[in-house]
């Protein structure tokens, strides 16, 4: 059982930077892909941005350049450092940990409010 908890989401204006944190419990935390989802309102979740148990990283196209996901396996943290953010970028952002190797497992975090505005 692994549990998540995001922080780090806020208020910020648009140009301006965050840095998201995703805290795990449990161990064997090095052996989980991570990624960070969003959702916007009336919008469908979706993947920003991955980065695998080998250190592999993909994102989505509309945030490459700006947001950079990274993970200290000794601290069972995974982090997204968001800069230029945009109003779009405006959504809730859940952490997710996924084991893909049998038995298969995947857990969330509770969400964390990002809100890009002026």
């Known amino acids: 059982q692994v549990q998540l908890v995001e922080s780090g989401g806020g208020l910020v204006q648009p140009g301006g930077s965050l840095r998201l944190s995703c805290a795990a419990s449990?161990?064997?935390?090095?052996?989980?892909?991570l990624g960070w989802y969003r959702q916007a309102p009336g919008k469908q979740r979706e993947l920003v941005a991955g980065?695998?148990?080998?250190?592999?990283?993909n994102y989505a196209d509309s945030v490459k350049g700006r947001f950079t996901i990274s993970r200290a396996n000794l601290r069972n943290t995974v982090y997204l450092q968001m800069n230029s953010l945009k109003p779009e970028d405006t959504a809730v952002y859940y952490c997710n940990a996924e084991k893909t190797t049998l038995p298969s497992r995947t857990y969330w975090g509770q969400g964390t409010q990002v809100t890009v505005s002026s």
């Open positions: 449990g161990s064997s935390f090095s052996i989980y892909d």
């Open positions: 980065i695998t148990t080998s250190g592999n990283t």
